[in-house]
């Protein structure tokens, strides 16, 4: 699909979620990637902790002007996406607007993998966020306490992809840019409460 009738179905998906009542508003957002809807819930209980957690760690390490946070949604128009990562890192700036926020922006992204659709974090974030523009990103994997970073963008065959990936477990320190992360204070899905 070309970039014109790509942004042209985007806009009229886009149309169609301002017409949307949620089954419960506070439960529930909007995402639009390759031609469709989606339906995600808001983070809650372990998966929201773990935003929530990386969120406290990250802010303290950031220069001043630079914010992590927990919500935003990010547009690009002309590549059809509308996303909601779990953590942004950006410049404060970025956010002042009642509009989402432009992806270029983004210093990082960072994704807390749902039980119910991994995928969407492995597969569809993984192949649309180089595109983005957004130059890292994390996966955190509660399921199995896992995390990959990716960052390094280049292109293969013209298209926009990470080209370095390393893997950690739960437990690692993750240095982002000039951040870490420690994932020993991230709760996993089957794991007693802490």
Known sequence: MTAAPREETYRHLRSLTERFTPPTPLSSHVEISDGQILMTTVPAGRHGLAALRIERQLQPQLPPGIVATTSGDIEAADLGQLRRPDVLVLP??????????DPKALL???????PSNPENDYESKLRHYPRLGIPHYLIVDPRDGTCVHYWAITEKKGVPEYSARVPY????????SDWVIDTGELPRYDAAPR
Do not use: P, Q
């Open 92 to 101: 404060e700036a970025a956010m002042d607007t009642d509009d989402a926020i």
């Open 108 to 114: 990082a992204a960072v994704e807390i993998v749902s």
């Open 169 to 176: 477990a739960f437990g690692d320190e993750i240095t982002i």
